[in-house]
C-alpha cells in the first residue's frame, strides 16, 4: 500500500541534544511538508519542499533544519536551538504544489526527558 | 486575526444527528478547500477536497463551500460513534507552492 512512513512513533530529547524525525513516502509525490501541532492548535508548517534538494523556511522554521536528498525522503532535525520542542509532529505530501491535497503520516510525538 | 477561523467547539452530539462544522477565512486568494478527520494520535486523513464555490457530496458527507461569504461548511448526515474526532479545515491558493492554512479544528463526540 502507498502511503507516508513517520518514525519513530514515539521520541524523547534530552537537553542539548539533536534529534532526527524520519519520513519516507512511496506516493511518488514531488513535494512534502513537515509541521507541528500543538495540544488545541492547527498545524503550523516548519519547511516545506516542492522538489529534491531544494527546500524553503515555513512560518517556524528557528531551531529546525531538513534535507532532501532523495524525491522519498525528508527527515527533520529538532536541534538544541528549539527550546520548546514538546509536539507531535506531522509529515505531508502532495502530487505537487498548486492547490494538491496533502496526505499525512501518522506523526512523531516529541517529548523532552 | 487568524487567516482561517474554525468554530472551536467541543461538539457533542447523539447518533443519528445531524453535524454541521463551519470555517470562515479572511484571504480571497484561497481556491482549494479541504476538510480532514483526525483521531487520537493519528495524523489528519482526507476527507474531501473541492474547489469553487458549490456543493460535494459523498456519502454521507457533504462540503459547502460559499466564496463569497468566504465561509465553507463539513455536513455529516447520521452521525455515528466512528465520526468521533477532531476535524480540521484546510486551504490553499495556487500561487504559494501548495502551502495550506489549516483552522485549529473541531473535536466532534457523537454519544451512542
Known amino acids: 500500500d502507498g502511503g507516508i512512513t513517520q518514525s519513530p512513533k514515539y521520541l524523547f530529547r534530552k537537553e542539548g541534544q539533536n534529534v532526527t524525525l524520519s519520513c519516507e513516502q512511496n506516493l511518488n509525490h514531488d513535494a512534502m511538508y513537515w509541521y507541528r501541532q500543538d495540544p488545541g492548535q492547527g498545524l503550523r508548517l516548519i519547511y516545506y519542499s516542492q522538489i529534491v534538494n531544494d527546500f524553503q523556511k515555513g512560518d517556524i522554521a528557528e531551531g529546525y533544519s531538513v534535507s532532501r536528498e532523495k524525491k522519498e525522503s525528508f527527515p527533520l532535525t529538532v536541534t538544541s536551538a528549539q527550546k520548546n520542542p514538546t509536539a507531535f509532529y506531522l509529515c505531508?505530501?502532495?502530487?505537487?504544489?498548486?492547490?494538491?491535497?496533502?496526505?499525512f503520516g501518522d506523526g512523531t510525538r516529541l517529548s523532552i526527558l | 486575526q487568524k487567516e482561517v477561523e474554525q468554530d472551536p467547539g467541543p461538539l457533542s452530539v447523539p447518533e443519528g444527528a445531524i453535524v454541521s462544522l463551519n470555517c470562515t477565512y479572511s484571504?480571497?486568494?484561497?481556491?482549494?478547500f479541504m476538510w480532514y478527520r483526525q483521531y487520537s494520535r493519528k495524523g489528519p486523513e482526507l476527507l474531501m477536497y473541492?474547489?469553487?464555490?458549490g456543493n460535494k457530496e459523498d456519502g454521507r458527507f457533504t462540503a459547502q463551500v460559499d466564496k463569497s461569504s468566504k465561509y465553507i461548511s463539513l455536513f455529516i448526515r447520521d452521525s455515528q460513534p466512528s465520526d468521533s474526532a477532531t476535524y480540521l479545515c484546510?486551504?490553499?491558493?495556487?500561487?504559494?507552492?501548495?502551502?495550506?492554512?489549516f483552522g485549529d479544528g473541531t473535536t466532534l463526540t457523537v454519544k451512542p
Open positions: 473541492t474547489y469553487s464555490s
Open positions: 484546510a486551504m490553499t491558493d495556487n500561487t504559494n507552492a501548495g502551502k495550506s492554512t
Open positions: 505531508a505530501s502532495s502530487i505537487s504544489g498548486g492547490g494538491q491535497p496533502q496526505h
Open positions: 484571504n480571497s486568494a484561497f481556491q482549494y
